[in-house]
C-alpha cells in the first residue's frame, strides 16, 4: 500500500513540480516588466499598471483562478481554455503567473528604489555609462535586497500551487484526497504534507546558500 | 589661460532660482574653497560642474574648451556629457563608495572599464597606479576591506583616491568631512591638505572655516545662489568687506 500511494502521490507531485517551475519561468521576467512600467515616468503607463497590481495583490488568488478559468466561457460564450486537463493546467497557470508576477514585481520595484540615488551619481561622475553603472553598480545591490523577499514569494508558491485543485488541476492533494474515496485511508493526505515539507525545506536551504553568498557586502 | 571658466551659471528647480548668476575661474593648482550657508546653492554650483545637473543659463569652460553653454545648441547626449565629466572629479558627502567592491576595486573599477572601451587595457598599469593613490591615502592596510569594514574617514579616502584614478583637472570636494564624527575629519583634512601641497586643482565646498583658510588660495562666499563676495583666501577669511560675509564668519567661530 505504502508503494502505491508514493507512487501515485509521485505523480500528483509532479504536476505540482510543473506549476510551480512554469509559474517561476514567467512570472519572474514578466515581474520585472511590470516593475519597469509600475515606476514609469509616463503616467498612461505606470496609473494602469499600479491599479492592475492593486486589484490583483488585493483579492484572493482563489478568486482569480475562477474568474479565469471560467470568466471567457461566460463572457465570450467560448472556452478559450479548451476542454480536458492541458486547457485546466494552462488555466490555473496563467493565474499563477499573473498573480505572482504582480507580487514579484513590487519586490522589484522595492529593491531598484532602494538603492540610493548616490551610487547611480558616484558611477556617473566616473564617466561609466548607464548600461555599466546599471550592470556593475546597481545589479548585484538589487538582487542582495530582493532575495529574502524573494525566497518568501517562492516558498509560498509552493503551497499555493495546491489552491489549483478548485479548477480540478491535478496535483499532490488531489491524489492523496482521491485514497479517502477509494481505500478510506486518511494519511495519504498526511503524507502529501512530508512532500511539501522537503521541498520548501530544500527551497530554504538553497535560498540560504545564496543569501549567505551575498553576505560578503553589506548595504546602508 | 584659466583651467576653470564660469559664467554667468543660472538654475532653477521648479519655481525657485538655486543659482542667479555665478560666475568665476581659477588657475591650474590653486585650491579653492566655497564657504556659505546651508541653502545657498554650493551642492548645486558642483553637481552643474559634474554635469550632474543641466544649468539653465551660463558657461563652463575647462583650459579654453567650451564643455556647456547654455547659448550652443549642442546634443546633450549622454557620451559627450560623460567625456566632459571626465575634466572633473566629485567627492560626495557621503563617500557613495560601491558596496560590492574592496577599496581597491572600487579605485580601480571605473579606469578599467574605461581602458576596456578604449582598447588600452593594462591592467597592470591601473592597480599599480590605484595601489599607489590608495597608499598616498594611508591605506595601503586596507585596500582587500569592503566599505562597511571602514571607518567613515577611511571610506571618504577611499572615494578621493577613487576620484584621482582618472586625472580630473579639477577635483571637487562637497563637504567631505560632514558626515564624519569629530575624531575622523583629520585624516581627511590631513589628505586633503597634502593634495593641496601637490599643487592638486581642486575646488572643497567645506564649513572647516580654518582649514579652508590655511588650504585654499582663493575663497569664493556663497548667500542665496550669488557670490557674495570672493579673493584671496587670507583676505576673505581675515578682511571680510560684506557685511554678510563677516556675521556668517563670526557666526562660525563663536
Ligand atoms: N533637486 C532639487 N529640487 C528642488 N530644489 C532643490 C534641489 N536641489 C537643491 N534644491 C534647493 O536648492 C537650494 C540650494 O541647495 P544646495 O545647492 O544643496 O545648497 P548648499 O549645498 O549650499 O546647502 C536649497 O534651497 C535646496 O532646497
Ligand atoms: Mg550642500
Redesign the interface.
Known amino acids: 500500500m505504502f508503494g502505491e500511494v508514493t507512487l501515485s502521490l509521485l505523480q500528483g507531485f509532479w504536476g505540482t513540480l510543473k506549476l510551480f517551475i512554469l509559474t517561476l519561468v514567467f512570472s519572474l521576467p514578466l515581474g520585472l516588466l511590470i516593475s519597469f512600467g509600475s515606476m514609469s515616468h509616463v503616467k498612461l503607463i505606470r496609473f494602469p499598471i499600479r491599479f492592475i497590481i492593486w486589484v490583483i495583490r488585493g483579492t484572493p488568488l482563489m478568486l482569480q483562478l475562477l474568474v479565469i478559468y471560467f470568466g471567457p466561457g461566460i463572457i465570450l460564450h467560448s472556452n478559450i481554455w479548451g476542454s480536458g486537463d492541458t486547457g485546466r493546467f494552462v488555466a490555473a497557470l496563467t493565474a499563477f503567473v499573473i498573480n505572482y508576477a504582480c507580487y514579484f514585481s513590487e519586490i522589484f520595484r522595492g529593491g531598484i528604489q532602494s538603492v540610493p540615488v548616490g551610487q547611480y551619481e558616484a558611477g556617473a561622475v566616473l564617466g561609466m555609462t548607464k548600461t555599466q553603472v546599471f550592470f556593475r553598480v546597481i545589479l548585484l545591490q538589487v538582487v542582495k535586497r530582493i532575495v529574502p523577499p524573494i525566497s518568501n514569494e517562492v516558498i509560498t508558491l509552493v503551497k499555493d500551487t495546491s489552491l489549483a485543485r478548485i479548477i480540478a488541476v491535478y496535483e499532490i492533494i488531489w491524489k492523496g484526497q482521491s485514497f479517502i474515496k477509494s481505500a478510506g485511508i486518511i494519511w495519504p493526505l498526511f503524507y502529501t504534507g512530508v512532500f511539501y515539507l522537503l521541498f520548501s525545506g530544500l527551497l530554504t536551504l538553497m535560498f540560504g546558500w545564496i543569501e549567505r553568498k551575498l553576505g560578503f557586502f553589506e548595504i546602508k | 589661460m584659466s583651467i576653470l571658466e564660469v559664467r554667468n551659471i543660472r538654475k532653477s528647480f521648479e519655481h525657485t532660482e538655486v543659482l542667479k548668476d555665478i560666475s568665476f575661474s581659477m588657475e591650474q593648482g590653486q585650491a579653492v574653497s566655497i564657504i556659505g550657508s546651508s541653502g545657498s546653492g554650493k551642492t548645486t554650483l558642483l553637481r552643474c560642474l559634474?554635469?550632474?545637473e543641466t544649468p539653465d543659463e551660463g558657461i563652463i569652460r575647462v583650459n579654453g574648451e567650451t564643455l556647456f553653454d547654455s547659448a550652443a545648441a549642442e546634443s546633450r547626449s549622454?557620451a559627450s556629457i560623460?567625456?566632459k565629466?571626465?575634466h572633473?572629479?566629485?567627492v560626495?558627502q557621503?563617500f557613495?563608495?560601491?558596496?560590492?567592491y574592496t577599496a581597491l576595486e572600487n579605485v580601480m573599477?571605473?579606469p578599467n572599464?574605461?581602458s576596456k572601451e578604449s582598447g588600452t587595457a593594462d591592467r597592470d598599469a591601473i592597480r599599480t597606479r590605484a595601489l599607489e593613490l590608495l597608499d598616498q591615502m594611508g591605506l595601503s592596510d586596507r585596500t582587500d576591506r569592503?566599505?562597511?569594514q571602514l571607518s567613515g574617514g577611511q571610506q571618504q579616502r577611499v572615494a578621493i583616491a577613487?576620484?584621482l584614478a582618472?586625472h580630473p583637472d579639477i577635483l571637487c570636494f562637497d563637504e567631505p568631512t560632514s558626515a564624519l564624527d569629530p575624531e575622523l575629519t583629520g585624516e581627511v583634512l590631513r589628505v586633503i591638505r597634502s593634495l593641496a601641497e601637490q599643487k592638486t586643482t581642486m575646488i572643497i565646498v567645506t564649513h572647516e572655516m580654518s582649514f579652508a583658510r590655511d588650504v585654499s588660495d582663493f575663497a569664493i562666499f556663497m548667500d542665496g545662489g550669488i557670490i557674495l563676495e570672493q579673493g584671496p583666501s587670507t583676505e576673505l577669511f581675515d578682511n571680510p568687506k560684506m557685511e554678510r560675509t563677516k556675521q556668517f564668519l563670526s557666526a562660525l567661530q563663536s
Open positions: 559634474n554635469f550632474l549622454d560623460r567625456k565629466r571626465l572633473f572629479g566629485l560626495f557621503s557613495n563608495l560601491f558596496p560590492q573599477l571605473a572599464l574605461l569592503y566599505p562597511h577613487r576620484a582618472l
